[in-house]
């Protein structure tokens, strides 16, 4: 574990080992995850959502319609967990099995970005996440951007778990005749297909996930 936790409610108890609260850490594995399960209260019960999001050293941004109703809500508080799955990790009981992970989760209640300039930034902050090619498209026109509600999640309140290595057998299963180990899970981007109304060649940025291949 390294750095304080940053606040009380996100303070890790269980498996408190495996806790990270280092904010470049944290950062890290913010930029790598593609998509944030998006948690809020609502008036008719919890509701959690996939969503697209970017970071900036401050905040996550998140977007969508003006009418999506958990951007609405989520002015009243939401909670945002990326997870990152790195493999499973088979035991010799069914009980010790477990997975390899990173996992963030960020608390707070964001702001509704009004500013244009910000909204901007935001809009580029989101879509250059995990890809960088907001300058390869036509910029938002001014009825896509009317259309578009963008909440900033500040990113003073977050916690990580980290799990590594192999599966962690009890005593009384030391001589038992069962495999145990990792599988690990590689994510990898594979070449990208182009469109055939596409207007110009592959961005760089584009063509060198496929080939690196890296893992997410
Ligand atoms: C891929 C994956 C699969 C998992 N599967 C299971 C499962 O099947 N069963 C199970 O019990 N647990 C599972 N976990 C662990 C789970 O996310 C919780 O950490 C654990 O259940 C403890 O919950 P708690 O409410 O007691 O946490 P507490 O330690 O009481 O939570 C307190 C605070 O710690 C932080 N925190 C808790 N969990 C995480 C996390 N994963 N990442 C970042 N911050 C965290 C939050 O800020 C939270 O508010 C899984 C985790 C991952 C990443």
Redo the contacts with the bound molecule.
Sequence with gaps: MTAEPMSQ????????S???YGRAELLAILRAGPVAHVGVNTSDGPLVLPMAYGVTTEVMYLHGALANSLLKAGTGGV?A?V?L?DGLVIAKTSFNN??N?????V?GTPRLVTDEAERLVALRVITNHIVANWEHLRPPSESELRATRIIALPLD?????V?TGPPVNDDVDADAPHWCGEIPLVSAWAAPVTAPDAGAPVPSSIAAMGRNATKH
Excluded at 101 to 105: A, D, G, I, L, Q
């Design positions: 409610r996100t303070t890790v108890r269980r498996g408190a495996h806790a990270e909670c967990t997870t799955l477990t997975m992970y990173r996992s963030v989760v608390r309140e977050m916690s990580a778990k799990r």
